[in-house]
């Protein structure tokens, strides 16, 4: 943001807007730090470990910087958690965050937003302890073209560690053909050898996949719910169980809108435009407005939703979780259970909203980076459920959705191990058998 809008959005009678101009001008030419990295040591030297300071005595700290906010939670008495927001010459920012148990410092984190000429882009991150000392850093970089990287750096702000993959663009490639199945999740690594080849494409070549998160071309893996520089990376997992166990399908990745829900009816009509049936969506919200987005994304839709029953250890039917919680006919809701037919700990249940129990524990996947490792849980029961869905497609293309659930429903049984009410109609032991 330009200085001078700075000056008109935060001005007020208490700082009137030519004393706020005065001081942006000053600070502009005073000795006040000139890089992401020195602003963030000198919060890191006068800030860190000062709980007691007001936002005000912040400012005046940091020589050159302005308050635009402050916030305390749970209150500003006692204190877990401090952010202090501040504005920068040049229309930067940096946020500075304090995290306190019993009134001593945890953990302190500056963050650095970069002014790009259009909009604030988060650019450096550094993470201390309770001692002040800088532990670890990450560095948002872009590069030509779609390419972002993840840097972590040494505790200097400086020497990489290695670098991490925010976006990349579309691999070259044919479409693979075969059942198309689209997974709504936080994305892809699609660059990986193991997925790029299984991307399904339109009659151009280009992968029919769409971020609708930032509403761009590229979906790749990367949930940031909890911040621009600490992604979460959930779908390239849940993908390479898909991948192996529906070797012939093709896959559709969208990234889901967790900025505004309500993108879903758009991601659900792009699905349906590409001819796809099959659409794994292992996530789930218990926010009533989420509710209403995949209910409105899903109901009455020529496509079949399989949907995981959540991890929270709890009855979904007296406690919903969406869109397991839909009475919809065109879900499947799945949970995970161990090899012998028992609720996985930590699982959800419903003899009403969930379906279906299957093994997904100690499961193996590849994660976003290529290396392999094993997870559990409801979202790891979905690609397995997709797969079979797929395999089953596959087999007999003119199934209708009903009939497809059916098909699906008939492989279960209940589970000698389980008691009644678990899941409404059972468990399948194996799913990759036909």
Same mark, same amino acid.
């Given at each position: ?78 204190? %877990? *958690? ?9 229309? /930067?920012?940096?946020? $500075?965050? @304090? !995290? #306190? &148990? ?76 075969? %059942? *198309? ?9 699609? /660059?990986?050898?193991? $997925?790029? @080849? !299984? #991307? &399904? ?88 407005? /989420? ?6 994304? #899903? ?136």
């Amino acid at each position: 943001m330009p200085i001078l809008e700075y000056v008109l959005t935060y001005c007020t009678r208490a700082v009137p807007c030519v004393v706020l101009t005065l001081f942006f001008n000053v600070a502009s030419q005073a000795g006040s730090p000139s890089s992401a990295r020195d602003w963030i040591r000198q919060a890191t030297t006068h800030v860190c470990g000062k709980a007691d300071m007001s936002g005000l005595q912040i400012q005046n700290a940091l020589a050159g910087s302005w308050l635009l906010e402050e916030s305390y939670q749970p209150n500003e008495t006692a204190p %877990v *958690r401090t952010s202090f927001r501040l504005a920068l010459p040049g229309g /930067d920012e940096m946020t $500075l965050e @304090s !995290r #306190l &148990a019993n009134g001593m410092l945890r953990q302190f984190r500056a963050s650095y937003s970069k002014f790009d000429g259009n909009e604030l882009r988060p650019a450096l991150l550094a993470i201390a302890d309770g001692s002040c000392t800088v532990r670890s850093a990450r560095q948002i970089r872009e590069e030509e073209g779609p390419w972002i990287f993840l840097d972590q750096l040494e505790d200097d702000l400086e020497t990489l560690r290695w670098a991490e993959t925010l976006q990349a663009p579309w691999p070259e490639g044919d479409d693979p053909g075969g %059942v *198309r199945v689209a997974l709504v999740d936080s994305g892809l690594a699609y /660059d990986l050898p193991l $997925l790029a @080849s !299984r #991307l &399904a494409r339109d009659d151009d070549g280009q992968p029919i996949g769409f971020d609708f998160w930032d509403m761009d071309p590229w979906p790749y893996d990367g949930d940031t719910s909890r911040g621009p520089f600490l992604p979460i990376r959930h779908g390239t997992a849940v993908a390479s169980i898909l991948a192996r166990e529906a070797p012939n399908a093709a896959l559709v990745p969208y990234r889901y809108p967790r900025p505004d829900m309500s993108r879903l009816t758009d991601l659900v009509e792009h699905a349906l435009e590409h001819g796809i049936k099959i659409i794994a969506m292992p996530l789930g919200s218990r926010n009533p407005d /989420d509710r209403k987005a995949f209910e409105d994304a #899903l109901k009455d839709k020529d496509i079949l939703a399989i949907v995981s029953a959540g991890n929270d250890g709890r009855d979904i039917d007296n406690d919903p979780v969406y869109p397991a919680g839909l009475e919809l006919e065109n879900i499947l809701t799945v949970t995970s259970a161990d090899a012998f037919g028992r609720l996985a700990t930590g699982s959800n249940w419903g003899g009403k909203s969930v379906d279906i129990m299957l093994p997904a524990e100690n499961i193996e996947v590849t994660d976003f980076r290529g290396a392999t490792g094993v997870t559990s849980g409801s979202s790891y029961a979905v690609p397995r459920l997709a797969a079979l869905a797929a395999r089953i497609l596959a087999d007999d293309p003119g199934l209708t959705v009903p009939e497809l659930k059916a098909r699906i429903l008939e492989r279960a049984s209940p589970s000698p191990f389980e008691r009644q009410g678990a899941v409404a109609t059972g468990w399948i032991p194996d799913p990759e058998t036909d």
